[in-house]
């Protein structure tokens, strides 16, 4: 795809990632995660950076020998197995793919001092893991694929030798409820080592794991749990700032604060009160580092640990909100799965990065996920100020009690010390095992945030999910708990997502206690399917979920989201001879004041195909806007000094950007109407010096003809339609048309005349119907007029709605045929450059846009995945030329909000249903309404945006035009 002018798609987020990036590592090498001297990897750290071991698999491909396998990665992705999604119980007979595989690798034991210990961890195993050492067990078996688990393995290695690691894996587990929670889910199920290995070294007395809670005004309280004896060892605790590594002091003006331990007892306290904090938040993520320190009773640090903290406060409170910091805070969030094309659900923290900076580009702030993510995406949201739902596995089914509890602890202990976490949840839409739920509090220990069951009106939160837009007996705007849809506008193929999104919103937003909601789902998951030629697949509909594809491809509804989720808002603006450069916009912010931000105005001049118009294209002016200094949920009025060129242009574009000099969002804005535009340039048009012979009109009993110098249109007299076009000598295949969309109307052959006259050849076809007349006239220059009266008369039905009407208009207007075939691409005026539902225009601007021609099937196909879609509804066509080698053509629209439908895009072949409305007959239309789309509940049961339009005719009326002019000239 082409960009003649876009600005929407403009990406300004390097300069943010390079900082969070370099915030997050200071060292030589830039990572996108927190660093972790403390661990020597055995495997890779990620999908882009593995290590090679042995392995063997019990069944599927490549097995009953031992080969290669690289790690981390889900073993089906490296050749091995079978695959299997998750909903096979859906499905008679089926039965999820069981086998079993048995790495090996030889290491190196480190070096050691007398006493110290050597712990081997593993960050994620599918899913039951027998772990040996030199043959022997290195402790019971573990199993919960989504876990972080360790073991002691001192007295099993040789030291200065090579140690053998093998680990035994069963892809299923011997805990039926593990399967259950685990692997009967709407998900990929895969198998093996698909996140780090490592080890650490730690002294005979040591920190094993501490609880960290830092507040807003600086108060820090730890809890440590020591392993070993520590009576007479001392801990102590500084922080110093991430951006500057600036120390930081306590409100005694020391930079630490020290904790002799007097007793034996596993679980230390201490807290201490830190000056100058700078709190963190959603649009501030004001990180600090933490070092804990414990130094034996002679004094020797014998071990130290750093980790990222951010000072800020989360609570919830019944029938109120969330707050963070004491304010109220709205998530606008997305849900999204830990995957990779080519890993499964082994990832890395170069695609953490680039997952978290996509998700604020679209202007969201919140993430969930159906089981803990990788870490180094929590750090990322740490990072960019993106709070986080973390969930325990359990789709659907539950853990058992025996299981559950160690994977509640395995979770909270690995994550609980990330500032972004706001919220915990107890498995997904039935998920979950009661008996947990107060382990979530025992773990987090010192906040004690909120936990939650997705799907559920439980524990004060009503979590409810893809509701309808009148969802609301006794809850959510009607109701009196607070609400948080942790899934809605399911984003199937290209469904929901931003398609009538800000209906939902806007709803939801009239109740105080709306939290804020998650969008389902982030990306695609199509993993590459080693066992047939490395093919995408998404298991047909059940998952090509994302407002993203598999490899992070943009969808319309991605940029339909980022508009309607902009902290900044506008009002409805139309530029008018009155405009004066100000308008009213408003601040979505939770915390930022608007004159923290800042916007820019572009004056351009956007270019006609017709031949000899003068050079366009251009910026013509720019500037800075002025912005009001308003706080969050206020509304004033920006403006700037109109430019003396500002009527010269064509197009004016508004562009927000936040405090770091993000982009935010475009907002674009027709200086002329398309009558007025079209008019505008045809006047810039230079007048040809050519002679050219006056254009006729004949009319016969077998055809009717408007013939000039370079083209020649028939028409069938029996109906009205074009028959035949021939441009220089060659016949353009536009014809067929015009038929009614949407309308009824019937053709009169005896009322309808030709003539010729001095502005051309003329013919008037009459309609009975919907339709008064369509006038064509063909210049002598060879451009044809059309002219069309609709809806003008209330004579079908009655005198109030006519039967010519469809009681429900979903499309209205005029179709022809036009042979795909012929078509090799298109560039147009108008919104673009993604196509359009009538409930998802946000996120298209106007401008000069091309694409060439592609059969994209969103969400489906993933070995040709063109973004923007070809094929499809273009709002506010101004012009549209469709390139072809022999018969290429160009429409101008002479009055406003036409949309343009450019051919019929497919359906997607792994459907369970249609997944798009109803599309007119033929292949090029015109229309003056298009169709809604929505995923999973009807249309009905959407909002207002997305509802058909209905029309009453009254006598008078002076009905609705539909005026084009086509260039057919070659």
């Known amino acids: 795809m082409k960009t003649v002018f876009n600005g929407i798609m403009k990406?300004?987020?390097?300069?943010?990632?390079?900082?969070?990036?370099?915030?997050?590592?200071?060292?030589?090498?830039?990572?996108?995660?927190?660093?972790?001297?403390?661990?020597?990897?055995?495997?890779?750290?990620?999908?882009?950076?593995?290590?090679?071991?042995?392995?063997?698999?019990?069944?599927?491909?490549?097995?009953?020998?031992?080969?290669?396998?690289?790690?981390?990665?889900?073993?089906?992705?490296?050749?091995?197995?079978?695959?299997?999604?998750?909903?096979?119980?859906?499905?008679?007979?089926?039965?999820?793919?069981?086998?079993?595989?048995?790495?090996?690798?030889?290491?190196?034991?480190?070096?050691?001092?007398?006493?110290?210990?050597?712990?081997?961890?593993?960050?994620?195993?599918?899913?039951?893991?027998?772990?040996?050492?030199?043959?022997?067990?290195?402790?019971e078996m573990h199993q919960g694929g989504f876990y972080r688990f360790s073991y002691d393995i001192t007295d099993l290695l040789k030291p200065g030798k090579k140690n053998l690691l093998e680990v035994k894996i069963a892809k299923e587990s011997a805990n039926k409820s593990i399967n259950a929670a685990e692997r009967k889910a709407d998900w990929w199920l895969y198998g093996g080592i698909y996140r780090p290995v490592w080890l650490e070294v730690v002294p005979a007395v040591h920190m094993r794991h501490f609880v960290l809670n830092a507040d807003q005004h600086g108060k820090l309280q730890a809890a440590i749990e020591m392993e070993g004896d520590a009576k007479g060892y001392e801990l102590s605790v500084s922080v110093r700032s991430l951006k500057d590594?600036?120390?930081?002091?306590?409100?005694?003006?020391?930079?630490?604060?020290?904790?002799?331990?007097?007793?034996?007892?596993?679980?230390?306290?201490?807290?201490?009160?830190?000056?100058?904090?700078?709190?963190?938040?959603?649009?501030?993520?004001?990180?600090?580092?933490?070092?804990?320190?414990?130094?034996?009773?002679?004094?020797?640090?014998?071990?130290?640990?750093?980790?990222?903290?951010?000072?800020?406060?989360?609570?919830?409170?019944?029938?109120?909100?969330?707050?963070?910091?004491?304010?109220?805070?709205?998530?606008?969030?997305?849900?999204?799965?830990?995957?990779?094309?080519?890993?499964?659900?082994?990832?890395?923290?170069?695609?953490s990065r680039q997952d978290a900076l996509l998700v604020k580009e679209m202007n969201m702030n919140a993430v969930r996920s159906h089981y803990p993510p990788d870490e180094h995406f929590l750090d990322m949201c740490d990072s960019l100020g993106i709070v986080y739902m973390d969930e325990l596995a359990g789709w659907q089914n539950g853990y058992d009690s025996k299981v559950g509890p160690k994977l509640v602890k395995e979770m909270i202990e690995r994550d609980v010390n990330h500032p972004s976490i706001i919220i915990w949840s107890n498995g997904n839409e039935g998920g979950w095992n009661y008996n947990l739920d107060p382990l979530f509090a025992k773990y987090d220990k010192l906040q004690k945030r909120h936990m939650v069951h997705p799907w559920a009106d439980f524990n004060d939160l009503d979590t409810h999910h893809y509701p309808t837009y009148l969802t609301g007996v006794a809850r959510f705007t009607n109701g009196y708990k607070v609400f948080m849809p942790t899934e809605f506008m399911h984003a199937m193929y290209d469904q929901g997502g931003g398609a009538g999104l800000r209906d939902f919103w806007d709803r939801w937003c009239t109740n105080p206690m709306f939290a804020g909601g998650f969008i389902w789902v982030f990306c695609d998951e199509a993993p590459k399917r080693s066992d047939k030629g490395g093919i995408l697949d998404s298991d047909k509909s059940n998952a090509p979920d994302g407002v993203v594809g598999p490899r992070r491809e943009k969808e319309g509804s991605y940029y339909a989201i980022r508009a309607q989720w902009s902290p900044i808002q506008l009002k409805p603006l139309l530029i008018t001879d009155h405009f004066d450069g100000s308008f009213l916009v408003t601040n979505e912010y939770t915390y930022t004041n608007l004159d923290k931000c800042r916007m820019t105005y572009k004056i351009r001049t956007c270019e006609t195909p017709l031949k000899n118009a003068m050079e366009s294209g251009k910026v013509i002016a720019e500037g800075h806007v002025q912005l009001p200094a308003i706080a969050p949920g206020e509304t004033g009025k920006a403006r700037f000094t109109l430019p003396a060129s500002f009527r010269e242009g064509d197009v004016l574009e508004l562009e927000a950007f936040d405090k770091e000099g993000k982009s935010i969002c475009n907002w674009t804005y027709p200086i002329r109407l398309a009558k007025q535009y079209f008019d505008h340039k045809m006047a810039q048009t230079p007048m040809t010096l050519e002679a050219v012979q006056p254009a006729t009109a004949t009319q016969t009993a077998t055809s009717i003809e408007l013939k000039s110098d370079r083209v020649t249109v028939t028409f069938d007299p029996a109906t009205g339609m074009i028959s035949r076009i021939i441009s220089g000598g060659t016949e353009v295949p536009f014809k067929d048309g015009p038929v009614a969309v949407g309308m009824k109307m019937r053709y009169e052959?005896?009322?309808?005349?030709?003539?010729?006259?001095?502005?051309?050849?003329?013919?008037?076809?009459?309609?009975?119907?919907?339709?008064?007349?369509?006038?064509?006239?063909?210049?002598?220059?060879?451009?044809?007029?059309?002219?069309?009266?609709?809806?003008?008369?209330?004579?079908?039905?009655?005198?109030?709605?006519?039967?010519?009407?469809?009681?429900?208009?979903?499309?209205?207007?005029?179709?022809?045929?036009?042979?795909?075939?012929?078509?090799?691409?298109?560039?147009?005026?108008?919104?673009?450059?993604?196509?359009?539902?009538?409930?998802?225009?946000?996120?298209?601007?106007?401008?000069?846009?091309?694409?060439?021609?592609n059969n994209t099937i969103t969400g489906e196909s993933f070995e040709n995945l063109v973004y923007p879609e070809f094929k499809g509804y273009h709002a506010n066509m101004y012009w549209a030329t469709l390139e072809s080698d022999t018969t290429p053509f160009t429409v101008y629209s002479r009055n406003d909000g036409i949309f343009f439908h450019v051919f019929t895009p497919e359906e997607p072949k792994g459907r369970v249903k249609d997944t798009m409305p109803k599309f007119p007959e033929g292949d090029i239309s015109f229309l003056l309404d298009i169709p809604a789309i929505c995923s999973f509940k009807p249309i009905e049961q959407q909002g207002p945006n997305s509802q058909p339009g209905n029309i009453r005719i009254k006598s008078g009326d002076e009905g609705l035009h539909l005026n084009l002019m086509f260039d057919f000239r070659q």
């Open 245 to 351: 590594g600036k120390e930081m002091y306590t409100q005694g003006h020391k930079p630490t604060v020290s904790h002799q331990i007097k007793d034996s007892n596993k679980e230390q306290l201490m807290e201490g009160n830190w000056m100058n904090i700078q709190p963190w938040s959603t649009e501030d993520p004001n990180l600090y580092v933490a070092r804990l320190e414990l130094k034996d009773p002679e004094g020797k640090t014998v071990q130290s640990r750093e980790t990222r903290i951010g000072f800020r406060t989360i609570e919830f409170f019944p029938q109120d909100g969330v707050y963070l910091n004491g304010t109220k805070l709205v998530v606008k969030g997305v849900n999204r799965h830990s995957f990779s094309v080519d890993g499964g659900r082994a990832t890395s923290a170069a695609m």
């Open 11 to 139: 990406n300004k987020w390097t300069k943010l990632a390079a900082l969070a990036i370099a915030a997050l590592w200071s060292g030589p090498t830039v990572q996108a995660q927190a660093p972790h001297p403390e661990r020597i990897y055995l495997s890779g750290t990620g999908i882009d950076n593995t290590k090679t071991w042995e392995f063997f698999c019990s069944g599927g491909q490549n097995s009953g020998k031992w080969k290669k396998i690289e790690v981390p990665c889900n073993w089906e992705l490296q050749g091995f197995g079978e695959y299997t999604y998750g909903r096979w119980y859906t499905i008679k007979g089926e039965r999820p793919s069981d086998e079993t595989g048995i790495y090996r690798y030889k290491f190196e034991s480190p070096a050691t001092t007398p006493g110290e210990r050597i712990k081997i961890f593993f960050d994620g195993v599918m899913t039951d893991t027998e772990v040996f050492i030199n043959g022997k067990p290195a402790g």
């Open 749 to 853: 052959p005896t009322l309808s005349y030709v003539r010729n006259s001095n502005e051309g050849a003329v013919y008037c076809a009459k309609y009975k119907g919907a339709a008064d007349s369509i006038v064509w006239r063909l210049t002598d220059k060879g451009l044809l007029y059309m002219d069309a009266i609709l809806l003008n008369r209330a004579s079908g039905g009655g005198g109030f709605d006519d039967a010519f009407m469809d009681s429900k208009v979903f499309n209205l207007g005029l179709t022809f045929s036009y042979p795909e075939k012929n078509c090799s691409g298109m560039k147009w005026m108008g919104r673009g450059p993604y196509r359009v539902w009538k409930n998802r225009i946000p996120g298209t601007n106007y401008g000069v846009w091309h694409k060439e021609y």
